[in-house]
């Protein structure tokens, strides 16, 4: 875990997502404990400290996995929002992975079925009403 980049999250969504793991809906889904391990290793922030580079929750971010060479774009978003295609869950892989990150940062996440990709962040952009 010592490859991973510093991380930064806001108070706002650190304790949403706190509280979210409890949850017994949550708690038995793949990849829960790695996205508490970047909970328990983030560097938590109130909102109006958090630099615009930061993916945050409703932040839309365009990142390159480097081990296929393809962007993406995609908006993170809590459980219930997400649309699978360009709204992704906090708690898919390549949420959980992205989460805190800001632009220039790589991460390495294992993909469970998958070969581990090599994420990184190229631009993100705040929602309109922040």
């Known amino acids: 875990m010592n490859d991973r980049p510093p991380i930064t999250l806001t108070s706002c969504d650190y304790e949403r997502l706190t509280q979210m793991l409890m949850l017994n809906k949550y708690r038995t889904l793949p990849g829960i404990d790695e996205l508490q391990d970047e909970l328990d290793r983030a560097n938590v922030v109130e909102p109006e400290e958090l630099p615009n580079d930061v993916i945050t929750i409703n932040s839309t971010a365009r990142f390159l996995d480097e081990t296929s060479n393809e962007q993406f774009e995609i908006t993170l978003v809590y459980p219930d ?36 990709l090599l994420l990184k962040v190229l631009d993100v952009k705040k929602p309109d009403n922040e």
Do not use: N
């Open 81 to 116: 929002k997400a649309d699978g295609a360009t709204k992704i869950s906090v708690l898919a892989p390549v949420g959980s992975a992205l989460l805190g990150m800001s632009v220039g940062q790589s991460i390495p996440w294992q993909v469970p079925g998958r070969q581990k």
